[in-house]
């Protein structure tokens, strides 16, 4: 390794494309080993961290740079560090917004830290769980107070939770919610990665954050929209990582990232600019590589120390579930939302579409029977609602026998009670936002589905919390 070695020589700057930037060395025992970092000064004084992606024939390191290489002169000197990129770790990060490599964006001061660990996993040092043999406890389930998520999606303790969507259909609402609830009522440690999202819903989301006091248990990481695609691929790492530290001191720890989908279009372009050959579908050809180099890493830690537990948003390009980089991603998660353009046309927040969506966290061994029963009967009602819902559009409501009617305003009932309001959108709809455990949530639906509540109105059930 060139840690070892007692010089690193310095190499010069040959050429710069965008964001790629080759470094020639004089000697090929000088050149630094892959995602390994350069150092380069531009003429406006900046420091410019460049981390190698590939070598070139000719003694050449062709990196990827992190931040903008506007400046940079040629034969400019690359300083190699001998090491990948590294960031602080630890408690000192709670309360603060960090970039991907570690740099402080909340204008907090300089972040001082005992412990630094390496962005990339190369090492396959630690043991990676067997899940067959692993048996999980009713407890470890964590209650987000969201009615159709527990009721229908529950979410585990080490498991990983995708929210899919296209553009506009409530993705980071619906986080940013599941962040207020889960915080508030596990006070857990919550690791939020801001991945090529809009630098506007971070700067919201981190004066929500400190607006309610969650931010004392909270670290943040962004690489925006306006970043290289170096600094939006390496986030996620470093979201990741930050993750992992908190699960060393044997604590549980939700992360929280928006938008994996970009993580992926990120790793197009850097191929892209890379030269290399794109598959057939237009994706890089080390898409699934890249995903699972991502997602291996949130795993439980099999009773040993703490667990990390991954909810996503991922972005669907033109609704199309089929979409390469989507279906990378949801081959890995336990549970899939799918949110739905109709149903947020119906006003049906959150709009998860209960037919396209699944998890196998739904489980009697898991949940337990009633919780099991009640799930497996709203989803059967559901689907004959869908059956019945298009031939009301055709015939009319009157013309269903008077079984088929019964079960379809029942459908209309349960879906209505399924949506909430939220805390996070009360400025907006001015309703307060609620927190329903899931023995509410339960009761409600054991209550539609029983013909309890076959005399009220299906507009009572909408928008409320639990059923009084």
Do not use: W
């Amino acid at each position: 390794m060139q840690n070892n070695k007692k010089e690193l020589k310095p190499g010069k700057i040959i050429s710069v494309q965008g964001p790629v930037v080759d470094v020639h060395f004089t000697d090929v025992v000088d050149v630094p080993d892959i995602h390994h970092v350069i150092l380069v000064t531009s003429t406006d004084g900046r420091e410019i961290t460049l981390e190698v992606a590939e070598h070139v024939p000719g003694n050449i390191a062709r990196c990827i740079a992190v931040q903008s290489t506007l400046n940079i002169q040629r034969h400019a000197l690359g300083k190699p560090t001998g090491k990948q990129v590294e960031i602080p770790v630890g408690d000192c990060l709670y309360q603060r917004v960090i970039n991907c490599i570690g740099q402080p964006l909340d204008k907090g001061g300089k972040i001082e830290s005992k412990f630094y660990s390496p962005i990339r996993r190369s090492d396959t040092s630690t043991k990676v769980p067997d899940f067959r043999k692993e048996k999980r406890k009713l407890d470890e389930i964590l209650e987000t107070g969201i009615k159709i998520i527990d009721l229908l999606y529950p979410l585990v303790k080490g498991t990983k939770t995708g929210i899919l969507g296209g553009a506009g259909l409530g993705k980071s609402v619906l986080m940013l919610e599941i962040i207020q609830h889960i915080v508030h009522k596990h006070q857990g440690s919550c690791v939020f990665a801001g991945i090529g999202e809009r630098l506007r819903e971070g700067n919201e989301l981190y004066y929500e954050l400190r607006e309610h006091n969650l931010h004392t248990k909270t670290m943040m990481v962004f690489g925006q929209m306006n970043d290289p695609p170096g600094a939006r691929q390496a986030v996620a790492m470093t979201g990741i990582t930050m993750a992992e530290a908190v699960q060393k001191q044997n604590k549980d720890v939700i992360f929280f990232a928006d938008n994996v989908f970009r993580f992926i279009q990120a790793g197009a372009e850097i191929s892209t600019l890379l030269g290399r050959v794109p598959s057939e579908t237009g994706y890089q050809p080390t898409l699934i590589a890249e995903s699972s180099e991502f997602h291996e890493r949130i795993r439980d830690s099999q009773g040993v120390g703490g667990s990390i537990t991954s909810i996503e948003a991922v972005y669907v390009p033109a609704d199309d579930l089929t979409d390469p980089a989507v279906v990378a991603v949801f081959t890995f998660l336990n549970s899939l939302m799918v949110l739905s353009r109709e149903r947020v046309q119906m006003g049906l927040y959150p709009a998860i579409d209960p037919l396209q969506s699944s998890s196998s966290n739904l489980d009697p061994d898991i949940v337990g029977q009633r919780h099991y029963d009640v799930s497996q009967e709203v989803i059967r009602l559901f689907q004959r609602y869908e059956e019945l819902r298009r031939i009301v559009m055709v015939i009319g409501i009157d013309e269903l026998s008077k079984a088929d009617r019964l079960l379809y305003e029942r459908a209309r009932k349960i879906q209505n009670f399924l949506t909430q309001p939220f805390a996070v959108a009360e400025k907006f709809t001015g309703k307060k936002g609620d927190h329903v455990e899931i023995r509410k949530t339960l009761d409600g639906c054991e209550r539609i589905l029983g013909g309890q509540m076959d005399k009220k109105p299906e507009g009572d059930f909408y928008m409320i919390g639990a059923l009084t």
